[in-house]
């Protein structure tokens, strides 16, 4: 088989949209039109008759009841719902809610604007594995505390939060549980009863479906959770999100929930195998290191540090051919590395030096072969390059050099 | 964001990458920037004594691709100047030079201060004053 150039390695940012996923969706823009709320006619029962068996298969990959499944226009809607929307509704039971630096900037962002209208937010440290400490969850505890949100697995690094066990952290002290599960749904198995959770957001963008749709699942049952509307409108998806349906891209999601319903398990059996092939043979490099938990961690992720080398000047080396994405973001003065990183205590140097590889359906095993070949030379070529590299050979330590920081 | 055709050929080609023996008194050294801003620049100039002109210039850099360039280019404007003139390079040159984003204007920076302060470790190393400008970016 041919090598199929450029290579795609960041499906944690999107993923290609699925065919099948494609030609659900095609008869839904202009032979099947309707409005699912026209309730008068055969256009809008068609266009609802899609969206209530897409909230079927949505609801089915997660092990939810269809009325819990809130569709939006994507996971960052959801996860400002989600807080802002239970902040509101809860407010007399109190103004406090739980999270961890290492969550996603719409989570992080929506608890800013909670503290703006007065609420109080506690901002977990992780330990540097990524892993949030149990103990320190359950003693942020106060009587004002509302909702613990916690994301499922990380975007960066892959990591997969102990979500049961914050359930139940959160279950016993009568507080509600948000996880945002975006990189989580449809890569490993999400299930909201075993998993005690009482609102989840994700996105069907991540999972081989279109962009611009997304859901939040709120509970119904044990207990019924309820979130105050963050749009005035017709009332739509039992009044917590009003607009008119994206019918098409509903079908698309259901459709690709399905897919992922059938296929997830032995995608992710291949997808881990690749990974671990990909990250034993960059970890032959020297100085390479992985960030962030390896035993709890999605199976399509990998997350690895080159130290002495910088992570944009490094995939220049190849992002002709192949695609995937720096934890420095070296594009501004500032030259902020990821948050992410920073928060499991990697120095800024070694996160500057962090490339992030997201797998997905269409990876090949011959692409991960070209990819290992690739940044091997490219990390080998920029190390001849770099006065850091020279000076660790040369055993200078880097860190008692007084650096002029512009 | 794209890089221009000069940026890459550049890093795929990086001019007078390497060292020079920073114990002799014709070699200037100067190392600038920082591990945690993502940038780090090292740059070398070897004096011919009886011609006072840049006989060598090396380099080692730590960072993006316009960086690597903006270094890379600073060595080959070097070689055949003398001091005073290779003092007169402008950060803007480079900028122009490669035609660098507005983001990127900082490793052009990065590059003129690596010139000044090798420079600088040359005179001192020779004796002669310091230049008093060097830090002030």
Known sequence: MELNLPIYLDNNATTPMDPRVLEAMLPYFVEKFGNAASRNH????????????????????????????????????????AIKGVFEMYASKGN?????????????????HVEKMGGQVTYLEVQPDGLIDLQQLESAITDKTILIAIMYGNNEIGVIQPVKEISAIARKHGVLFFTDATQAVGKVPV????????????????????KGVGVLYVRRKNPRVKVTAQMDGGGHERGMRSGT?????????????????????????????????????????????????????????????????????LMMGFNKNIALSSGS????????????????????DLAHSSLRFGLGRFTTEDQIDFTIDAITTTVLKLREMSPLWEMYKEGVDIDAIEWAHH | MAYSDKVIDHYSNPK????????????????????????????????????????????????????????????????????????????????????????KIHCSVLAEDAIKAAINDYRVKNGLT????VTAH
């Open chain 1, 42 to 81: 055969s256009f809008g029962w068609v266009a609802e008759e899609a969206v209530d068996y897409a909230r079927e298969q949505v609801a089915k990959l997660i092990n939810a009841d269809a009325k819990e499944v809130i569709f939006t226009s994507g996971a960052t809607e959801a996860n400002n719902l």
């Open chain 1, 96 to 112: 406090h809610i739980i999270t961890a630096t290492t969550e996603h900037k719409a989570v992080l962002d929506a608890c800013k």
């Open chain 1, 191 to 210: 299930d909201v009863l075993a998993d005690g959770i009482d609102l989840m957001s994700f996105s069907g963008h991540k999972m081989y479906g279109p």
């Open chain 1, 245 to 313: 349906l994206n019918v098409t891209g509903i079908v698309g999601l259901g459709k690709a929930c399905e897919l992922c319903m059938n296929e997830m398990a032995d995608e992710a059996e291949r997808l881990s195998a690749m990974r671990d092939k990909l990250e034993k043979a960059l970890l032959q490099i020297e100085e390479a290191y992985v960030n962030g938990n390896t035993d709890h961690r999605l199976p399509h992720t990998a997350n690895i540090s080159f130290k002495y080398v910088e992570g944009e000047g």
């Open chain 1, 329 to 348: 973001a070296c594009t501004s003065a500032s030259l902020e590395p990821s948050y992410v990183l920073k928060a499991l205590g990697l120095g800024d």
């Open chain 2, 16 to 103: 007078n990458v390497g060292t020079l023996d920073k114990s002799k008194s014709n070699v200037g050294t100067g190392l600038v920037g920082a591990p945690e801003c993502g940038d780090v620049m090292r740059l070398q100039i070897e004096v011919d004594e009886e011609s006072g002109l840049i006989s060598d210039a090396k380099f080692k850099t730590f960072g993006c691709g316009s960086a690597i360039a903006s270094s890379s280019l600073a060595t080959e404007w070097l070689k055949g100047k003398t001091v005073d003139q290779a003092l007169a390079i402008d950060n803007m040159d480079i900028v122009e030079e490669l035609n660098l984003p507005p983001v």
């Open chain 2, 130 to 133: 310091e230049l008093a400008e």
